[in-house]
C-alpha cells in the first residue's frame, strides 16, 4: 500500500457547509477584476453586487429584499454577509455615516446575517469624522485595515514639482501591511486560510514596526491630506473652466473626483504629465502631475503624506497652465 492520501488544503468542508451568497459588494466589484471566479473558488462565496447610491451608501430596502429572498426559496443562495467599504472608493473618498452603518447591521441581526467592513482606508473615515475608529467598526462583525494603502495602476495622484515617477504609499504610509479583525474564533481561522493560501511571511517585524509609525501620527497627517485635497478642489473650482468641475460637497477626506468635459481624461492626464519647453519660459517651473483616468468623464486624485501643500498648489499651477494651452482656462 502506498502512503495515505492528503486532504486538500483547501477549501475545507468547514468553510463552507452550504452554499453562501455575499450582499453588498460596491461599484461592479470590490475585488480586483480577473477572469477568475476567486470567491467561488477558494471559498464557495457567490457574491452579488449592488448600485451605489451617491454617497457611497447601499439602499437598504434593496438590501433587505436581496437579504431575505431566500426565505423559503429553493431557488437562491442564502445570504450570510454583507460587505461594506469605507471609506468609499468609488465615490471619492467618501465616508459612510455611523447611523447608516447601524442600521445596516440592525437589518443583518435581524435576519441572523454578518457585516464585514473592508477598511482599507478607516483611519480616514475615524479623522473625517472626528470619532475613535472603535466607534465605526461597532456596528460590524469583523473589519479589514490597510497600513499602507499603495497606489494602484489606476490610482491618481497629484505628485508635482517632480520629473521621476515615485509610488509613494498613501494612507498610513508604510510600505507594506493589513490586518482583520473580529471576534477569536474568526482571526484565528482567519489566520489558518491564510497560511492554506500561501499568505505566511517571516522576519516581518520590521514592517510590523512601520505600521506602528504609520498609526503614530495617523490622525495628523491624514487631517493633513484631507485639507490638501479640500484646498485643490476649491482651487479647481476657482479656475471656473468648462473642461474641469468638481462637486465641492463630495470631497471628505483624500480623494478628489474630477469630472472632465471636452476632451477625453486619457488626454488631459498626458497633458498634465508632460513638461515643454513653453512651460519652462512661462512659468520657471518643470511640473508633472502625475493622473490616470477613473472613468470615461472623470480622474481621480488621491492624496498621501509625501504631497505637501506646496505640491498641492503646483498641481494647481499646473492644472491652470494646461487649459490656458487648451484655449479652456
Known amino acids: ?35 477568475w471566479p476567486t470567491s467561488s473558488l477558494i471559498a464557495g462565496v457567490h457574491s452579488h453586487p449592488l448600485p451605489d447610491l ?57 435576519y441572523g446575517v454578518r457585516v464585514h467592513l473592508d477598511g482599507a482606508r478607516l483611519m480616514n473615515a475615524a479623522v473625517a469624522l472626528c470619532v475613535p475608529p472603535t466607534r465605526i467598526v461597532e456596528h460590524c462583525d469583523s473589519v479589514s485595515l490597510c497600513f499602507s494603502k499603495s497606489p494602484e495602476d489606476r490610482d491618481a495622484h497629484p505628485w508635482a514639482g517632480r520629473q521621476d515617477s515615485p509610488l509613494f ?27 492554506a493560501l500561501g499568505g505566511g511571511m517571516r522576519q516581518a517585524g520590521v514592517l510590523a514596526a512601520a505600521a506602528l509609525v504609520g498609526l503614530t501620527d495617523a490622525e495628523e497627517v491624514l487631517l493633513k491630506d484631507h485639507q490638501n485635497a479640500q484646498r485643490f478642489a476649491k482651487g479647481l473650482q476657482e479656475l471656473a473652466s468648462p473642461v474641469c468641475s468638481v462637486d465641492l460637497t463630495t470631497v471628505e477626506t483624500n480623494m478628489v473626483m474630477v469630472r472632465v468635459d471636452g476632451l477625453p481624461p ?16 512661462q512659468t520657471g517651473r518643470a511640473v508633472r502631475v502625475l493622473l490616470l483616468p477613473w472613468t470615461e468623464r472623470s480622474v481621480r486624485a488621491v492624496w498621501h503624506r509625501n504631497v505637501s501643500a506646496q505640491d498641492t498648489e503646483l498641481a494647481l499651477g499646473k492644472w491652470a497652465f494646461v487649459l490656458r494651452a487648451l484655449g479652456m482656462g
Open 169 to 195: 504609499p498613501q494612507g498610513l504610509g508604510a510600505p507594506v501591511g493589513a490586518l482583520v479583525g473580529g471576534p477569536k474564533d474568526f482571526t484565528e481561522e482567519a489566520w489558518r486560510l491564510r497560511k
Open 266 to 281: 486619457k488626454e488631459l492626464c498626458q497633458r498634465l504629465q508632460t513638461v515643454s519647453a513653453d512651460e519652462v519660459a
Open 1 to 35: 500500500m502506498g502512503p495515505p492520501r492528503q486532504a486538500h488544503p483547501f477549501p475545507s468542508q468547514s468553510c463552507r457547509p452550504r452554499l453562501r451568497s455575499c450582499s453588498g459588494w460596491s461599484g461592479p466589484c470590490l475585488c480586483p477584476q480577473t477572469p
Open 54 to 110: 451617491p454617497h457611497g451608501t447601499l439602499d437598504l430596502a434593496e438590501l433587505e429584499r436581496l437579504v431575505t429572498r431566500s426565505l423559503g426559496s429553493r431557488y437562491h443562495p442564502v445570504c450570510e454577509l454583507i460587505c461594506l467599504e469605507n471609506t468609499h472608493s468609488s465615490s471619492g473618498g467618501r465616508v459612510l455615516p455611523i447611523e447608516y452603518l447601524r442600521q445596516v447591521h440592525l437589518l443583518a441581526r435581524s
